[in-house]
């Protein structure tokens, strides 16, 4: 009898509720992990929308996992319902073991988050974030000298201006060059982080408890994720340490690590918990801008009429003055491309998913308590209903459209939010306004100096266009490198570079000053 017991409750395990959003079908046990594709991930789940709707379930063995594939579905639960579908699901190794429980983006709704949630926003609000527009202004620069001094670095170039303006931002300090130690060191730490947090002996050990109990030598993937988080900890904490020597010495810049060190004196928590505040703005940060960036630049290779009438509209404005955030009102096209960049190529294809924190129903579907809910955001991006021509890079499809990311995502009505790109709900990044002047800076001062062309491949001849759908996996998506040849569009828009990053260098000049 028991025997028998035990077999029906085994043969439950992995089986799709009649109640539960529809999905793939399932095999006991393993639900629908067989299912899985080793890469393409956000093309699987497109598809899985397609043809089961704008909510469909997936089975992790016992586990189940609510996908929201429309803008509808997304307003209606992780909107508006954000005070139960804010938490996270169970991530053992990329919070316990990999983050050693600190990493904020992996952490439930718990009374820890919610600080760290409300000092988020104390420090990256729309005033203070306008207090790191000197950094956006000089670090934008000092990427546009990199393209005039070595063009063909050019995706080391924008991942050195992301990953510096955040250092500067989060820790008060430049990272100068693209081969800088702690900047190889933190791709090489978020690279690892990727790999192991999506592997599937991790996600094994995510979705059956039992297998932790096994000792270290058979979960080498344990073993290597607690060997990342003493490598990661050192490098944050140094940073940390430094920002609070500088602030002893009274010679601290505005930073988001000195705003937490001034909350910890009344607070009071640990310093492990602010270094990875800090630590966790850095690569969110940076990697997020950096893919948009350059999947802007994989565009304009592609769609070069596109790039024409962007400079069109920057030379109408700017004659040969360099431009900056004075002209965003004037340059409804290239905030156009700005919104187009990040539906287009959005970093977050499906986002960290949130967890439902109590049974709930919607669409006359069951949804249960602990659920991962997925933010389907390749799907809604790519939804031809909602944009024809999804794979096109089309900027005059914005046309009209006068809100940033924050007033858009907060909008009323769904079918008016352009992107996803930094979540729903209470989980919504609150760096939004600065990553909005990054790339407004970014996109319309590169067009300005440089001409984006196709390089020309030596056998045939022939222009090299990139491709697409050469995508990169991992926890953020990126496109696959790609090579673009970078020349100025004049000898004067040249010096004209030159001069701005001279007089940044000059002595008492103002990088001089933020030194």
Same mark, same amino acid.
Request: glycine share 6%.
């Given at each position: ?28 046990? /393993? ?28 089975? %992790? ?11 509808? @579905? ?24 990999? &983050?050693?429980?600190?990493? !904020?983006? $992996? ?63 989060? =820790? ?14 933190? =791709? ?47 490098? %944050?904490?140094?940073? =940390? ?8 010495? #009274?010679? @601290? ?14 607070? #009071? ?10 630590? &966790? ?47 965003? !009102? ?6 156009? +491309? ?10 977050? @294809? ?20 602990? &659920?991962?809910? $997925? ?8 939804? !031809? ?36 790109? $930094? ?5 919504? +990044? ?19 100096? $440089? ?13 090299? /266009?990139?491709?697409?759908?050469? /995508?990169?996996? #991992? ?18 828009? @040249? ?21």
């Amino acid at each position: 009898m028991a025997s028998t017991l035990l077999l029906w409750q085994l043969s439950k395990i992995g089986r799709r509720p009649s109640n539960y959003p529809p999905g793939p079908p399932t095999l006991p046990l /393993i639900g629908n992990l067989h299912l899985m594709p080793k890469k393409h991930a956000h093309l699987q789940f497109q598809k899985w929308a397609e043809e089961y709707g704008p909510i469909y379930s997936i089975m %992790f063995g016992p586990r189940v996992a609510i996908v929201l594939s429309s803008d509808v @579905a997304v307003k209606d639960l992780l909107d508006k319902r954000n005070s139960i579908y804010s938490g996270r699901p169970e991530m053992y190794m990329g919070q316990d073991i990999m &983050s050693g429980g600190l990493r !904020p983006l $992996f952490m439930g709704n718990v009374p820890v988050w919610r600080m760290v949630r409300k000092l988020a926003h104390g420090i990256l609000n729309v005033k203070i974030s306008r207090t790191y527009v000197p950094y956006q202004d000089l670090e934008v620069k000092a990427m546009l000298m990199g393209f005039l001094d070595s063009p063909k670095d050019f995706l080391n170039h924008i991942r050195r201006y992301t990953t510096s303006l955040t250092t500067q931002m989060a =820790f008060g300090y430049r990272t100068a060059a693209s081969d800088d130690e702690d900047l190889l060191s933190m =791709f090489e730490n978020f690279d690892e982080l990727s790999q192991i947090a999506t592997n599937k002996a991790g996600a094994i050990l995510d979705l059956y408890p039992i297998a932790r109990s096994l000792p270290d030598f058979l979960l080498p993937i344990r073993k290597a994720g607690k060997e990342y988080h003493k490598r990661e900890m050192k490098l %944050f904490m140094k940073h =940390f340490l430094n920002a609070r020597k500088q602030l002893k010495s #009274g010679n @601290a810049k505005p930073c988001c690590a000195i705003d937490l060190l001034n909350a910890q004196k009344e607070l #009071g928590f640990s310093d492990e918990l602010a270094c990875y505040m800090g630590g &966790s703005l850095l690569q969110a940060g940076s990697e997020t801008t950096a893919i948009i960036l350059v999947g802007f630049f994989e565009a304009m290779l592609v769609y070069p009429e596109v790039a024409k009438e962007a400079q069109a509209e920057i030379d109408r404005v700017c004659g040969d003055r360099m431009p900056d955030l004075n002209d965003v !009102p004037d340059m409804p096209y290239i905030r156009a +491309c700005m919104k187009e960049s990040m539906r287009w190529m959005p970093a977050t @294809a499906l986002g960290v998913p949130h967890a439902v924190t109590q049974d709930d129903s919607y669409m006359g579907y069951h949804i249960p308590k602990d &659920s991962a809910v $997925f933010l389907n955001v390749w799907a809604i991006q790519n939804d !031809p209903q909602r944009h024809p021509d999804p794979r096109k890079y089309d900027p005059s499809r914005w046309a009209g459209d006068h809100q940033n990311s924050a007033q858009s995502a907060v909008t009323g009505d769904p079918t008016k939010r352009d992107h996803y790109v $930094f979540g729903a709900g209470r989980r919504l +990044c609150q760096g939004m306004h600065i990553a909005d002047r990054s790339l407004f800076l970014a996109m319309s001062r590169t067009l300005w100096a $440089f001409d984006l062309k196709r390089p020309i491949d030596e056998k045939t001849g022939r222009e090299i /266009i990139p491709d697409v759908d050469d /995508i990169q996996d #991992g926890l953020f998506i990126s496109p696959a490198p790609f090579k673009a040849n970078i020349v100025p569009r004049s000898e004067s828009r @040249a010096a004209a570079v030159r001069k701005e990053w001279e007089m940044e260098n000059r002595p008492g000049g103002p990088q001089m000053e933020r030194l």
